[in-house]
């Protein structure tokens, strides 16, 4: 992107008093924002586009709309209008109103009705010529809209101030914020929008690009020179309108995969990233001189270097750390999977998002009705690339149903739920199906077999070594297991008379108080642990080596029936439950109490303790059926109504929620609710200590009975099992617990009917065996890095090497990877340092020295360092695969190796020939008066560029100009340099046009013989001040104009205020030939025009040419056109 410096904006500055027309053209483009972002939303809930005529008729002003609705259309529409958070309660701006309540809709619909009556009104006022000369006398705003105004600016400027302190200082926005006092002129008690107002009023509704264009020529704003000029450019900017398609889908998706693999590859590891002293993270963040500062801010804000991502600049990319935030491997692995077809014929599960099946209203307590929408998770098994088109894939999911689909949210992502992803063997994407019938329903078709995340890395490695390895190790590993469980369940197998029986599976007791019950627990568990060890061994010997399998790979239930270990009974689960409910009550409560120094602990937040009083009253429900009466909408406000207890509405509102529930039916509702509820509470906190206290009562009555110990002759709580009328009366999900395990026989063909979790040592031992490793000890990650050791010499990346600093009890430890040292040898004299110190604090306070101290500290200080360096060893694996991945993709031959980790940065930086997909419009069919039927039909953008850039240029397959600049190109082919010079020279050309149309609207409604018409057109129509009104009377009623003429002149001005570029199709068929060569215009009707005009130069000299044809006529004394004649020398780029 080329650098302007700002001592060459020459162009002219704009005022609202002389240039109307200058803010009209923005206007226009804010106009054509907003019903883009409309239009998206409307379809996004069910609801037809919106008619162009009116703002007004937007979902954000409809009243009609429920309040559940609305809230929803509200918070979607904001993530496109960004000035929509004048409205949240934590937008900090200093309101009349109560931000503790919300967003008001009825207040919020209000104003933004206003707000979009404002600019419609704007807008046709300042598109066209006024003679009175009063149009910027029309900037007088109410109340409420001077209030938004300044509040949103409020906003902005913290916005930016916030996102850009790595560069600016404090003092750098001063004069940004004074701005905020020359937004509204206040004179005879009416308030207006000054210049700065009005320009930052359009920028609401202008992407960043737009905005930037429009603030350099506005005086004021032309000097970017200096902090405090950018920064105000910034706070207008802030807020700028972000478009529909924010996410920027790649036509060449193979490209983009290794391009976001690179850069993965490129960045620090998060945990790795905080190890690092503060001299070696600077690498990872923003280094910019004052020169290359200035040059990113001239790129950002100068009209003639345009930004190329909407909605953020290019300082957004060197204002990110260079940091891998999150964990990506398996995303961009499941990806590369996809994209090289590596497993074909098996396709992995994929969420397509939420699906509105039937929605209705429901009254919830003393409130009113919400709008209830029953939805259900849509999942597929396919490509993530079989499911971008939305449209598409409702249809297919709806299939014969008689009701339409239609998606609450559409986000396709692979669908790893718990650390593992579903599979299936197809090779054509598998949709979900809506269920015929009265009661609307989703079916999701079913996995064959689940992968555990972790597992990939092998999956991957396998594949990598051997393609198809994995199909046939997952087919050969069902057919053994089915085989397993057939023959389990037919008797044929039966080996439980080999063992002893055992009682069920040993748990250690969890901190043992005495020295002798620790070490009697754990003698008995390395008894166990021996009997067990053996019992395995013999089943590989005598079972599973006829199977080629290994007692690993098989689910512990069946090894359990075959090692004669019985399950253990409901009496000592429940009681191992009971335990648990009884210890989470004494730790809640604790939190209340001061702890042994006599400082208060952190209590739980309010929102904490009010989502556990609704998650434990739900789960403590007796009743099946009431439990099944609790939906999302109760549960909701329920957690709301205890969240803010505090107001007596609220109160009444919760008890009323109970009522209607019955949950103080003692023989269906909540055991110990009404308990709770008759204390009086006006606070949650309160509420929850008292519900936590009767829990405990609760247990000890139902589960706990005084029985005298006949040794020590006192009486003591013994644990029984509740039977007969007293266990129906517990929770369902106690009575669930009780229950004995299920028959052999039942698990058998539950276990069949499901699809099978691979075990993990399945990959392991594959992997094992592709990399040729006979050492039966040696674990698949060190034998996969000692064959990359040898495949790979060049090592890791340079910031795995780099020296890391740990602060563990105060003291800083410090190391060096790769120095050779063992890691503990880096921090065992800090260690005992740290023990000491501990004892003389703990000697000098008067406190007993715990005997297992110096153990506790060596653990903390191992685990702080090994397990960190664990979880970098895990990182540095998936690098190494990653790197594997992109090999694979680059080049076609084994021996062809791409340079190693250590020097990623040189294919980033590749410079390669690409093909962007985008459009070009078309004639489709000819239509009589030049109403034409067009169709947009393939195009070709060819691109050379570093690897690294290449996602800079997607947006131009969403920009409103290419389809009209591509169908002037033969073949619709055209390299990046010409559509970015073309696009430029016609965005400052469409100043141009619309200075032009200002001055013929003008000429034309002070023509004496043209008045008598406008009246009767005005009283006829209503339209006398429109453009191609006033342009047909030209030929109509002056005889001046061909039609032909008069529809060049619309075409051009209304293609200039719609941001479109005009394409050949749309012309008269007279002006066709202006475009019918790139560069050069050629033909009869273009002979006056000079030799090697570029297109947008041959457009606008035969618009030019018809204007100087008719000026005699409607100006000769030049009083509209006077100033613009003066400038018709002036080079297009110069304007």
């Known amino acids: ?67 559940d609705r609305w809230t929803k259309v509200y918070g979607h529409s904001r993530r496109y209008l960004p000035f929509l958070h004048y409205f949240d309660p934590d937008s900090q701006i200093e309101k009349d109103h109560d931000s503790k309540t919300g967003v008001d809709p009825d207040s919020a619909q209000r104003l933004i009705r206003e707000l979009y009556s404002l600019l419609d009104f704007l807008r046709n006022d300042f598109s066209h010529n006024r003679l009175d000369g009063t149009t910027f006398e029309h900037l007088e705003v109410s109340p409420d809209i001077s209030s938004f105004i300044t509040g ?117 590891p998060r945990i790795l990233y905080d190890m690092l002293p503060e001299e070696e993270r600077a690498q990872f963040l923003p280094a910019l001189d004052e020169n290359s500062m200035n040059n990113l801010s001239e790129n950002s804000l100068d009209e003639e270097s345009r930004l190329l991502w909407d909605g953020s600049s290019d300082w957004a990319e060197a204002l990110t750390k260079r940091i891998r935030h999150q964990d990506r491997f398996p995303y961009l692995m499941l990806r590369f999977i996809e994209e090289m077809d590596l497993l074909k014929g098996i396709r992995f599960r994929v969420d397509l998002g939420e699906i509105e099946l039937d929605s209705y209203s429901k009254k919830v307590g003393r409130n009113g009705e919400y709008d209830r929408t029953i939805t259900d998770h849509a999942l597929a098994f396919g490509k993530l690339s079989d499911f971008q088109n ?155 080596s006829a199977f080629d ?116 039916d003692p023989s269906s509702g909540h055991p110990f609710l009404s308990a709770t509820m008759e204390t009086a509470h006006r606070y949650t906190e309160g509420f929850y200590k008292c519900y936590l206290e009767k829990k405990r009562e609760w247990l000890a009555k139902i589960f706990y009975r005084p029985e005298q110990d006949e040794n020590t002759k006192r009486r003591i709580s013994v644990f029984f099992v509740p039977d007969g009328e007293a266990r129906k009366l517990l929770p369902l999900l106690i009575r669930r617990r009780m229950k004995e395990q299920n028959d052999l026989q039942d698990w058998i063909r539950n276990k069949q009917a499901h699809p099978i979790d691979l075990p993990s040592h399945l990959f392991d031992s594959k992997v094992m065996e592709l990399l040729k490793v006979k050492d039966g000890k040696k674990k698949w990650n060190e034998a996969f890095k000692d064959w990359w050791s040898t495949k790979y010499p060049d090592g890791m990346q340079p910031f795995y090497g780099l020296r890391r600093e740990l602060n563990i009890h105060g003291k800083s430890v410090s190391y060096i990877p790769s120095d050779g040292k063992k890691f503990a040898d880096c921090y065992t004299h800090l260690m005992e340092k740290t023990v000491r110190d501990k004892k003389r604090e703990l000697r000098t306070a008067g406190k007993p020295v715990p005997p297992d101290l110096a153990a506790d500290i060596k653990r903390s200080f191992h685990r702080a360092v090994n397990e960190r360096e664990f979880m970098l060893r895990l990182v540095q694996e998936d690098d190494r695969l990653m790197l594997m991945a992109i090999n694979k993709m680059m080049t076609d031959r084994e021996e062809d190796i791409l340079p190693g980790l250590k020097n990623i940065d040189s294919i980033l930086d590749e410079e390669n020939q690409f093909s962007l997909a985008v459009h070009a419009k078309v004639l489709e069919k000819e239509g009589e008066g030049g109403d034409n039927s067009l169709s947009l039909v393939p195009a070709t953008i060819e691109i050379k560029s570093k690897r690294k850039d290449w996602s800079k240029y997607i947006r131009y397959r969403y920009d409103r100009r290419v389809p009209g600049l591509m169908s002037h190109f033969p073949e619709h082919k055209a390299t990046l340099d010409e559509v970015k010079t073309l696009l430029g020279e016609y965005d400052r050309c469409r100043i141009k046009i619309f200075d032009w149309a200002f001055a013929l609207e003008g000429a034309i409604m002070s023509d004496r013989d043209l008045k008598p018409y406008l009246h009767e ?35 051009i001005r209304n293609k200039a ?8 199709a749309e012309m008269p068929l007279i002006y066709r030939d202006v475009s019918a060569k790139v560069g050069s215009i050629e033909g009869s009707s273009a002979k006056d025009l000079p030799e090697g005009s570029s297109l947008v130069d041959s457009l606008w000299k035969k618009y030019e040419m018809i204007i100087r044809k008719i000026l005699p006529i409607l100006d000769p004394e030049n009083r509209f056109f006077g100033k613009l004649l003066n400038n018709m020398s002036q080079p297009i780029n110069d304007l």
């Open 1 to 67: 992107m080329n650098t302007v410096p700002a001592s060459e904006n020459k162009g002219q500055s704009r005022t609202v008093e002389d240039d109307p027309q200058y803010f009209g053209l923005y206007l226009n483009l804010a106009r054509e924002n907003l019903i883009e972002v409309e239009s998206h939303v409307r379809i996004k809930f069910g609801k037809k586009k919106l008619n162009e005529e009116s703002l007004k008729q937007s979902l954000l002003c409809d009243h009609l709309l429920s309040v």
């Open 152 to 268: 949103t600016y409020s906003l902005a400027c913290g916005r930016a101030q916030s996102r850009f302190a790595v560069f600016f200082k404090p003092d750098d926005f001063v004069l940004a914020k004074n701005r905020k006092e020359q937004l509204i002129s206040v004179a005879d008690g009416k308030e207006c929008l000054t210049v700065s107002g009005f320009a930052f009023f359009i920028c609401l509704f202008l992407d960043r690009e737009q905005a930037s264009g429009m603030l350099s020529r506005i005086r004021g704003f032309k000097r970017t020179d200096e902090n405090w000029a950018r920064a105000v450019h910034e706070t207008f900017c802030d807020l700028c309108i972000r478009h529909p398609h924010d996410r920027l889908e790649s036509s060449n998706t193979k490209e983009a995969l290794l391009l976001d693999m690179l850069n993965e590859l490129n960045r620090c």
């Open 390 to 544: 939305e449209e598409e894939v409702s249809r297919m999911i709806s299939g014969e149903a008689s009701y339409p689909v239609r998606f609450s949210l559409f986000a396709p992502r692979y669908a790893i739920y718990d650390n593992k992803i579903g599979y299936c063997h197809t090779s054509d994407p598998v949709y979900p199906k809506s269920k015929t019938g009265e009661k609307r329903a989703l079916s999701n078709p079913q996995s064959m077999g689940f992968i555990s995340v972790h597992d990939l890395r092998k999956l991957l490695l396998m594949e990598l070594l051997c393609e198809g390895s994995f199909s046939r190790m997952q087919s050969d590993f069902l057919r053994k297991a089915n085989r397993i469980l057939d023959e389990t369940a037919e008797g044929k197998l039966q080996f439980s008379a080999l063992f002893p029986e055992m009682r069920h599976r040993f748990i250690p007791p969890q901190n043992p108080k005495s020295k002798d019950r620790r070490e009697k627990a754990e003698t008995t568990l390395e008894k166990y642990k021996q009997e067990i060890k053996g019992r395995k061994d013999k089943l590989n010997s005598q079972l599973l």
């Open 549 to 664: 399998m290994d007692q690993r790979q098989l689910p512990s239930r069946l090894l359990d029936e075959w090692m004669n270990i019985r399950p253990a009974s409901h009496s000592v689960k429940l009681r191992t439950y009971v335990k648990q409910l009884n210890e989470d009550c004494r730790l809640r409560l604790r939190k209340f109490r001061k702890d042994g120094d006599g400082k208060a602990r952190a209590i739980p937040l309010v929102g904490e303790m009010a989502t556990f009083l609704s998650q434990d009253i739900v789960r403590m429900i007796i009743s099946e059926e009431t439990k099944k009466l609790i939906t999302s909408a109760y549960y909701n406000e329920m957690q709301r109504s205890l969240a803010q207890y505090a107001g007596e509405e609220n109160r009444r509102q919760f008890r009323a929620i109970v009522a209607e529930l019955r949950l103080l």
């Open 1017 to 1051: 057109s005005s009283s006829r129509e209503g339209k006398s001040g429109e453009h191609s009104t006033l342009v047909k009377m030209l030929v109509e009623k002056k005889g001046c104009l061909t039609p032909d003429e008069s529809q060049y002149l619309i075409l």
């Open 1057 to 1064: 205020a719609h941001n479109q570029f005009p394409c050949a």
